[in-house]
């Protein structure tokens, strides 16, 4: 394993992080904030504090030779991803990566088809937050053209895990869209996800795109019903489309309104992918509190 260099490392880069440490390699890991750099230097981790919201504030990053995981999210706000172009800004011309690894969103293809969708289905989201993600790729695959660095793009899927479950929501009894209307979502557990970014760093190649799921899609409202049955709560209250137009958030309005069905068969084929957590229930059994936040092996 060569060297990574991850931008934000935080949920899934501290994961990706660890298999690169327990694999004999090493990572440098940039992050917002003063506390979590010293947190993850006491672990043994060479790390980096900057924003990427002012490209002024943001250092010149030494790249040269080691691979780049860029999992930073786009700021709110528009269709353009200022975070990714400005750290593309900072990177000098002798200390380029030997190559990116993006990761991206499904939210880059249009959502309300039910399609199945593959690496070639139209990347014409409908979204902002989706546009904004196609802006990110666009600029990561123009450097890479550019500067002769290979790209690789993962297009990810809802991500849950240890920490990543819905409790506020089912807590607090928020409604849920009809099960007979919700339409199929797609859904990776945090450890498989970060098993398959080193799978990519080493061995995806120049153009690569792969999405990114577990490869069992459901609807949200079953997601939402099968955390709540593993952590013991009552389900959610479920309402019709008319309604949820009225009482939910755009955000949460949007999330369940969007129906695609993601194709994994790359990912597994290519990147030779053994998920641990393609079941559900395996997933969420990993997933409750109190349950050790493990890292998955190799």
């Given at each position: 394993m060569q060297q990574l260099f991850i931008a934000g490392c935080g949920y899934i880069g501290e994961r990706i992080a660890r298999l690169c440490q327990e694999s004999g390699g090493s990572a440098v890991c940039m992050v917002r904030s003063v506390?979590?750099?010293?947190?993850?230097?006491?672990?043994?981790?060479?790390?980096?504090?900057?924003?990427?919201?002012?490209?002024?504030?943001?250092?010149?990053?030494?790249?040269?030779?080691?691979?780049?995981?860029?999992?930073?999210?786009?700021?709110?706000?528009?269709?353009?991803?200022?975070?990714?172009?400005?750290?593309?800004?900072?990177?000098?011309?002798?200390?380029?990566?030997?190559?990116?690894?993006?990761?991206?969103?499904?939210?880059?293809?249009?959502?309300?088809?039910?399609?199945?969708?593959t690496e070639e289905s139209p990347a014409?989201?409908?979204?902002?937050?989706?546009?904004?993600?196609?802006?990110?790729?666009?600029?990561?695959?123009?450097?890479?053209?550019a500067r002769n660095v290979p790209v690789v793009i993962l297009r990810v899927s809802g991500i849950y895990g240890p920490g990543r479950l819905p409790l506020m929501q089912i807590s607090q009894g928020q409604p849920l869209l009809r099960e007979e209307e919700s339409g199929p979502s797609n859904r990776i557990h945090a450890d498989d996800l970060a098993a398959i970014c080193i799978k990519a760093a080493e061995l995806g190649r120049e153009g690569d795109i792969f999405n990114i799921s577990d490869g069992h899609p459901s609807s949200m409202t079953s997601y939402f019903n099968a955390c709540a049955d593993a952590l013991g709560f009552p389900r959610q209250p479920q309402v019709s489309l008319s309604e949820a137009r009225l009482i939910m958030s755009p955000l949460m309005l949007s999330y369940v309104s969007q129906t695609r069905v993601i194709d994994n068969r790359r990912m597994l084929d290519r990147l030779k992918v053994k998920l641990r957590y393609d079941a559900l229930p395996d997933g969420l059994a990993a997933s409750l509190p109190g349950t050790k936040d493990h890292l998955p092996k190799g």
């Open positions: 506390e979590n750099a010293s947190r993850l230097q006491s672990t043994g981790f060479t790390t980096i504090s900057a924003t990427l919201d002012n490209g002024a504030e943001t250092p010149p990053l030494n790249l040269a030779g080691s691979i780049l995981l860029y999992l930073i999210p786009p700021p709110g706000g528009g269709i353009s991803d200022s975070r990714a172009r400005n750290f593309i800004r900072q990177i000098p011309e002798a200390e380029k990566p030997a190559k990116i690894v993006y990761m991206s969103a499904t939210s880059v293809y249009a959502g309300a088809s039910g399609d199945l969708i014409n989201s409908d979204s902002a937050m989706g546009k904004r993600r196609l802006d990110a790729e666009s600029a990561f695959a123009q450097y890479g053209a």
